[in-house]
């Protein structure tokens, strides 16, 4: 081939093909191929499945990471539900109503459940009485529930095994087994039992609580229960707006109790923001939102019944009367001389009856030729019983004659064959050493000594304490329901026992005196007790011996020694004036004031006198109380009598 046909050829194959210019294939070649000058096959659609493979990895670990982030999700949202979700958890009812025994029955007085109150001993929790049981079919309180919260005129006596209510003319009386029993005169019975005892525990059937008392009462089951209602008046109630839970305390995590529907009423006890403490109509107290609750409002609740009335001698005149502290037979004798030297007066009670002893028997003084003198005068005679200064003086000699049904009843008896016989007008009672544990046995025996003065005549007058809470078992709002007349002594603020000197009876004792009795007592029937004495105290620094020997008691907190003397107006001056010492008024307590040394020691007195009687007398006329009354006679200044006079009658 000439040169021509060569240029020819190689033109035409460039025309055709093109010179082949091969680009390097990083991942067709690797070094080995590249080294041994040959050339790695590729095959067709390689470069396609790359790009799947790197699909499919990067979706695997986008699966992986939503995966992941579902679970943590999970995770927070079970944590957040554990801790803020609706618990489901049930509450053990027989635990929750506090229910041990088979025959043990819940008991929900007035929105309230009545739990056991030892349970913070476990002990004791074993041995204290069910509130509640079920005898043959009929359900049964246990008496202490039934006095404490149900009706407190039902009173139960152990130690005779009799069940009283004390109505204006008479006892109910009904004894352990039996479905028959007394109102007053009148032989009654029932179709059931009516007391049931188990050792000295007393369970009183339900329907008989009911015929002496205003309640209304239902049983559930699951568990048994009796719901009852014996306060009536205001309460404010709810509508539940749609199907809830009450729950045992206020939170979503507390156990439910129950269900409660749509449209159901609830008493609404309290308000705790978000959550309300609810009563519902079948006897759980419990917890629903407040946001759930409709229509809150107030209403008010009654019921028919009669209550008993217990009708009272009042006098028409203010009341102006003085003890007469009477010792000894002799004493009565001088009673045309101690009216003569007083003015205004129109009672006088004189201290003729007392315990004699631990069965209820009764040593007087009654005489009725003073009775007599006294009415020439225009007096009314209130003789005074008391449980101190006689056979017996002391809390446990008290309970004992107290906690027996026939002691009472014989004392009763006693006093009152005495004051007929002799022409006395009424009954001043004073008993003060009552314990707590003798407060139902005590108030008892007042109901049932109001009854036998109320079918005699007789005005009932009972002494007290200024109120505090040490003394809430003489129970003076009952004693103003069943006596005629409530006398707070407002006197013995310090006494000879006190571990400090002070007054006898400052004006604000009085005044707090006043103003608590009539919390539970109408003006009508309080009348306010001032003292004719005072007492002179004698006080030294206390040696370190005296010390040592009270250390941990009540004592060893006061560093001086005190002793006292009690002194009548007249004496009390005379001992100031002795001293050589000026009084000087003291706008605190409002009574004249005097101390000076002597013996090693100081004297201090807080002198009742006309000055401090008159403070008294105005509080007393400005409550408007029924009257006045004097410890004692003989210990005043004759001039008092004026001023008395000036505000009262």
């Known amino acids: 081939m000439d040169e021509r046909e060569r240029k020819g050829a190689r033109g035409k194959r460039s025309k055709t093909a093109g010179p082949q210019k091969q680009r390097p294939d990083r991942y067709a070649h690797g070094p080995s191929d590249r080294g041994s000058g040959r050339r790695r096959a590729v095959r067709p659609g390689s470069g396609k499945r790359s790009s799947r493979a790197r699909r499919r990895r990067r979706n695997a670990v986008i699966r992986w990471l939503i995966f992941i982030i579902l679970i943590l999700a999970a995770a927070g949202g079970f944590l957040i539900w554990h801790r803020y979700g609706a618990s489901n958890e049930r509450a053990d009812r027989e635990q929750y109503y506090g229910l041990d025994q088979e025959d043990e029955i819940a008991v929900v007085v007035n929105n309230e459940v009545v739990r056991d109150e030892a349970d913070s001993s476990a002990e004791e929790s074993e041995t204290s009485p069910a509130p509640g049981k079920v005898y043959d079919g009929q359900y049964y309180i246990e008496y202490s529930v039934v006095r404490d919260r149900i009706n407190s005129r039902f009173y139960w006596d152990p130690n005779e095994n009799i069940l009283l209510y004390t109505l204006p003319e008479g006892n109910v009386a009904v004894e352990v087994g039996s479905n028959e029993y007394t109102d007053v005169a009148e032989k009654k019975s029932a179709d059931y039992t009516i007391l049931k005892t188990e050792g000295s525990t007393a369970y009183i059937a339900l329907p008989f609580i009911q015929e002496y008392t205003n309640m209304d009462y239902e049983v559930y089951d699951d568990p048994v229960r009796a719901v009852i209602t014996s306060e009536w008046g205001e309460i404010q109630t709810a509508e539940i707006k749609r199907d809830t839970e009450v729950r045992y305390q206020g939170g979503v995590k507390s156990p439910i109790l129950t269900e409660i529907k749509k449209g159901s009423k609830v008493t609404v006890l309290e308000d705790e923001n978000d959550w309300m403490k609810v009563g519902t109509e079948d006897g759980f107290i419990g917890y629903v939102r407040t946001r759930l609750l409709n229509d809150i409002h107030e209403e008010t609740t009654s019921r028919e019944f009669d209550e008993p009335v217990y009708t009272n001698i009042s006098k028409d005149y203010t009341i102006n009367m003085a003890w007469h502290n009477v010792s000894n037979s002799d004493a009565n004798g001088y009673i045309l001389q101690t009216i003569a030297e007083t003015k205004g007066l129109t009672t006088i009670a004189p201290t003729w009856f007392s315990l004699a002893d631990t069965e209820g028997n009764v040593t007087s003084l009654a005489d009725a030729d003073y009775v007599n003198y006294a009415h020439q005068s225009n007096l009314e005679v209130w003789a005074v019983l008391r449980d101190f200064h006689g056979g017996i003086n002391s809390y446990d000699e008290t309970y004992e004659v107290l906690s027996y049904t026939s002691k009472r009843t014989r004392v009763i008896n006693q006093v009152v064959a005495e004051a007929i016989e002799n ?84 004006i604000g004792y009085l005044e707090n005196g006043i103003t608590d009795a009539l919390k539970s007592v109408s003006a009508d029937k309080l009348i306010a007790g001032v003292p004719f004495f005072t007492r002179l105290w004698f006080e030294t620094p206390k040696t370190e011996d005296e010390l040592a020997q009270e250390a941990g008691t009540e004592a060893a907190s006061y560093p001086n020694k005190v002793t006292s003397s009690a002194y009548g107006m007249d004496e009390a001056a005379r001992v100031v004036e002795d001293a050589g010492v000026q009084a000087q008024w003291d706008s605190e307590t409002k009574q004249n004031y005097a101390q000076w040394e002597a013996d090693g020691g100081t004297y201090k007195i807080w002198l009742e006198d006309n000055q401090s009687l008159e403070e008294k007398l105005k509080v007393i006329k400005s409550n408007d109380l029924a009257g006045v009354a004097e410890w004692s006679l003989g210990m005043e200044n004759s001039s008092v009598w004026d001023l008395i006079l000036q505000y009262v009658n």
């Open 423 to 506: 022409g006395i007008d009424g009954i001043n009672l004073d008993f003060e050493l009552v314990s707590a544990a003798c407060g139902e046995h005590y108030i008892q025996f007042v109901r049932e000594l109001s009854v036998r003065c109320r079918q005699n005549g007789l005005v009932l007058s009972v002494d007290n304490y200024v109120p505090q809470p040490y003394n809430e078992h003489y129970d003076i709002e009952e004693q103003g329901n069943v006596a005629d007349y409530v006398v707070i002594m407002g006197y013995d603020e310090h006494t000879d026992g006190s571990y400090e000197a002070g007054s006898v009876a400052s």
